[in-house]
Structures are given as structure tokens and as C-alpha cells.
T-cell receptor, first 114, second 118 residues
Framework: GQQLNQSPQSMFIQEGEDVSMNCTSS?????WLWYKQDPGEGPVLLIA?????ELTSNGRLTAQFGITRKDSFLNISASIPSDVGIYFC??????????????FGAGTRLAVHP | DGGITQSPKYLFRKEGQNVTLSCEQN?????MYWYRQDPGQGLRLIYY???????QKGDIAEGYSVSREKKESFPLTVTSAQKNPTAFYLC?????????????????FGDGTRLSIL
């Protein structure tokens, strides 16, 4: 079945540093999504990417939809302590029945040292 | 405020017992989903429903059941047949894709229910 490889698994950085994480797949997706999950809570949508090559920013976050439609990256600039959490990528594809199926990466756990 | 409400926040199951997790949304979304999350792993799809009175199995449906009698509600029952039910369960909803001219709408999540075995 479809799988997403998300890396790195975890990162421990100093406050103020920039962060980069990415997801790759052997499958083609028509949408890429990036979510952040805090402990004990549900994932919150950060950025949605709909077109190959699309580069989108949301404050200090920037994400890109790869040209091949098989990969995406997320960058966080000037990290702050509240950036701590688990970041998930998700590739979305449409099934023949019109259902939008999400395939999730295993997550990148981010720790920020003040 | 519009959103997805999951209850309870924590749930304990005894051996041989069925338990039901609640998911309610007031976003007027057509589609609803249930995921299971285990430590260090991504989310895996249990069941989904695109419309009232219809639902489909996801990747790990064995030992679970659902119903969709109302648009706003999509309860998940963890049956005694599910031998490893300890996990964090997440409900999500989204607007159903209207056609190729409309972008795929992302799924939005509730805050989850943590299920443990007594």
C-alpha cells in the first residue's frame, strides 16, 4: 500500500534555529497537508498544498509541494518554545468512489531548548 | 464555535467489554473519519463515512464498528474482538469533494479519546 517516509524522526534544537523536515513517497498525491499535534490533543492543520511546485507560507512556516507530487517539505524559521510538538505530513489522494484518503507519515518530534 | 467534539477524553475498558467513543461535529461536514494512533506511529484509518447511513472500512477495521444515523454524529464502538485496543483515537471530518474543479478539502480533527485496558 501507499507509504510516506517522514524524516527526521526527531529533532532537538536551540531556540532561534531554523528547522526543516520532509516527506517522500513512491506514490503520487494530489494534495499535501502538514499538521502539528500537541500532547494529548488532535492534529491541527498548519498548511495545505494543492498544486505541484506550490510554495506556501503561514507565518514562520513554509511548505512546498514537490514537482513530482511525491514529496513535500516543511520549514520553520526562528523556532520558539511553543513550536514543540509532533509534526505530521499527510498525502491525500482521491479514490474511485470520490473519497479523499489520507496517508500519514510517522511524524517528526520537535524539541526546542530555550 | 464550530468544531469537532470527542468524548470522553479518557476511557477504560474491561476484558470482554464493548465501549463506544463519541464524535460530534457542527461544521456541516459530509464526511467523517476515525483514526487510531499508536506511540511513535502515524494515524491509521479505521472507518470513514461520506454520507449519512453509509460507511466504509478503512485499513484496520477489524474489531471496530460504526454507525452514521445523523450527519453530525459518527460513534465508534471498540468491540471485545479488538484484542489490542489501547491507543489514542481521533475523529476527523471534512467537506466532501464536489468535483474536479474544487480543491480537495483537508480533514480537521477532534482532540481525541485515550482508551486503556483495565
Amino acid at each position: 500500500g501507499q507509504q510516506l517516509n517522514q524524516s527526521p524522526q526527531s529533532m532537538f534544537i536551540q531556540e532561534g534555529e531554523d528547522v526543516s523536515m520532509n516527506c517522500t513517497s513512491s506514490s503520487i498525491f494530489n494534495t499535501w497537508l502538514w499538521y502539528k499535534q500537541d500532547p494529548g490533543e488532535g492534529p491541527v492543520l498548519l498548511i495545505a498544498l494543492y498544486k505541484a511546485g506550490e510554495l506556501t507560507s503561514n507565518g514562520r512556516l513554509t511548505a512546498q509541494f514537490g514537482i513530482t507530487r511525491k514529496d513535500s517539505f516543511l520549514n520553520i524559521s526562528a523556532s520558539i518554545p511553543s513550536d514543540v510538538g509532533i509534526y505530521f505530513c499527510a498525502g491525500q489522494l482521491s479514490t474511485s468512489g470520490g473519497y479523499n484518503k489520507l496517508i500519514f507519515g510517522a511524524g517528526t518530534r520537535l524539541a526546542v531548548h530555550p | 464555535d464550530g468544531g469537532i467534539t470527542q468524548s470522553p477524553k479518557y476511557l477504560f475498558r474491561k476484558e470482554g467489554q464493548n465501549v463506544t467513543l463519541s464524535c460530534e461535529q457542527n461544521l456541516n461536514h459530509d464526511a467523517m473519519y476515525w483514526y487510531r494512533q499508536d506511540p511513535g506511529q502515524g494515524l491509521r484509518l479505521i472507518y470513514y463515512s461520506q454520507i449519512v447511513n453509509d460507511f466504509q472500512k478503512g485499513d484496520i477495521a477489524e474489531g471496530y464498528s460504526v454507525s452514521r444515523e445523523k450527519k453530525e454524529s459518527f460513534p465508534l464502538t471498540v468491540t471485545s474482538a479488538q484484542k489490542n485496543p489501547t491507543a489514542f483515537y481521533l475523529c476527523a471530518s471534512s467537506i466532501t469533494r464536489r468535483g474536479p474543479e474544487h480543491p480537495n478539502q483537508p480533514q480537521h480533527f477532534g482532540d481525541g479519546t485515550r482508551l486503556s485496558i483495565l
